[in-house]
């Protein structure tokens, strides 16, 4: 079958399936080959070896470490591959409970994400999920819708949405995509938000507080019940970018500390391989004052072991995604759940907390930690020390590829010159991690006695150095010979 790309009358590009009453586009004459193609004539085994050499050019957390700050890079279990893989769940129809008023067909898919809603309601200590958001930053947009309908019910004048500086880059993104103003909140010295700056920023006016906590500099602030309450004098309401949920599963409820709305990163936290733009899901919880606007339709149990989907909910924000979110990602979430039980879930957080804190006290002798005390899933170091040498934090990143490891994320958080933000999780071993320590020791030795040998790194990768703000102002991604 073939598919047409139309313009609709917003001008917005969509599929539309071709019937009878469209008619088919032709391809201008002047466009059509008048002889055969001359392809390349190669045999089977020159184009396996081609590809099977082209996907080993690719970095997985299968063969290798990743220790990505602000973004966990986790081992999934390949358990819940297998779970998503059952045919009873990827043979059914996504149209089905609708069109064919099949509910009752699918009435094991809808207890699957019914129950998987009710455990992360427990989870985070909120009262209702969602769980049609696609991503993250789809969870982020959601939850402000719901922040913008709760204010416009009330007529109450909003126009801004605070965020700490340390805040992953997808909140005032998405903030600003509702057409709020974004004010900015900047760190103090013990590395959380500047409270001082904050209450005096603080307004009527404040739509919603959007706050990772911990941060990104892997710091959990204890004074956030503070902060909510605080928030809520203005009837502003409180975001927890709930993404890396695994510095506190099972130790604390977003929920118990004054939160309004929280979103997941099931593709971080349970069990969907993140990274490479695959399905991703970012279900959204909300306490009750934010229920009514949950996006349709919603998932009730009828009654014992019956569920259905409603959709007449006046108030609501309307669908948010196709269908009901990606089903076989909520799917992996209930099976790791299921899998951990409530003692492995917490056993998440404590090895997420202890192989990060084992990183920060093995490289302290040998890195700036600007904040170094006890952090959470993540730790952040600086540089400034090798750059003395001219060895900069991108330099340690580029020979890190060399010596096999995925560099850690740079430059962020800003409030930290030069910052390596690492980020081991809770499923790399001892022995992994004391590779990379390794290395990190190579590094900082290497970059006194010969920092030249750090700064012409890499070496092994088939492209070596790239102007990497080049590349992302002025992408080209045509092939050249
Ligand atoms: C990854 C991440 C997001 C965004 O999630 P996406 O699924 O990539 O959209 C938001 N906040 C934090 C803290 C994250 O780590």
Known sequence: ??????????????????????????????????????????SELDVVRHFTNLSRLNFSVDTHFYPLGSCTMKYNPKFTEEAAAMEGFT??????PQIYSGEK?????????????????????????????????????????????????????????????????????SAGLLGYEIIVISTDSQGYMDMEEFKNKLNLEVAAVMLTCPNTLGLFNPRIKEITDLAHSVDALVYYDGANFNAILGKCKPG????????????????????????????????????????????AKKAKEIFELKYNYKESIGAVAPFYGNFLV????????????????????????????YCRSRLKKYYDFPYSKICMH????????????????????????DRG????????????????????????????????????????????????????????????????????RELNLKWEE
């Open 256 to 299: 118990d500390i004054g939160f309004d709305v929280v979103h997941l990163n099931l593709h971080k936290t349970f069990a969907t391989p993140h990274g490479g733009g695959g399905p991703g899901s970012g279900p959204v919880g909300v306490t009750k004052k934010l229920s009514p606007f949950l996006p349709v339709p919603r998932l």
């Open 378 to 401: 993540e730790c952040v170091c600086s540089a400034l020390r090798q750059v003395k040498k001219g060895v900069r934090a991108v330099d340690i990143a580029k020979y890190l590829i």
């Open 91 to 96: 043979d059914l129809h996504p149209l089905f």
């Open 105 to 173: 067909l699918v009435q094991g898919a809808l207890e699957v994400i019914y129950r998987t809603e009710r455990l992360l309601t427990e989870i985070t200590g909120m009262d209702e999920f969602t769980m049609q958001p696609l991503a993250g930053a789809h969870g982020e947009f959601t939850g402000l819708l719901l922040i913008d309908a709760y204010h416009r019910k009330k007529e109450n004048k909003k126009k801004y949405v605070i965020v700490p500086d340390s805040s992953h880059g997808t909140n005032p993104a």
């Open 405 to 472: 490891f995925h560099p850690p994320t740079i430059y962020f958080p800003i409030s930290v010159k030069e910052s390596i933000m690492i980020e081991p999780t809770e499923t790399e071993s001892k022995q992994t991690l004391d590779k990379f320590i390794q290395v990190m020791i190579e590094i900082a030795r290497l970059s006194k006695s010969h920092p030249e040998k750090i700064k012409k790194a890499p070496l092994s990768t088939p492209v070596l150095r790239l102007d990497e703000t080049k590349a992302a």
């Open 1 to 42: 079958m073939q598919l047409i790309f139309e313009k609709s009358e917003k001008g917005r590009r969509g599929i539309k399936m071709p019937d009878s009453d469209v008619p088919q586009q032709k391809i201008e004459e002047k466009y059509l080959r008048t002889e055969k193609a001359s392809l390349p004539e190669v």
């Open 330 to 357: 909520i799917l992996k979430t209930y099976a790791y759940i299921l899998l951990l039980g409530k003692s492995g879930l917490m056993d998440v957080s404590d090895i997420a907390v202890l192989n990060a804190n």
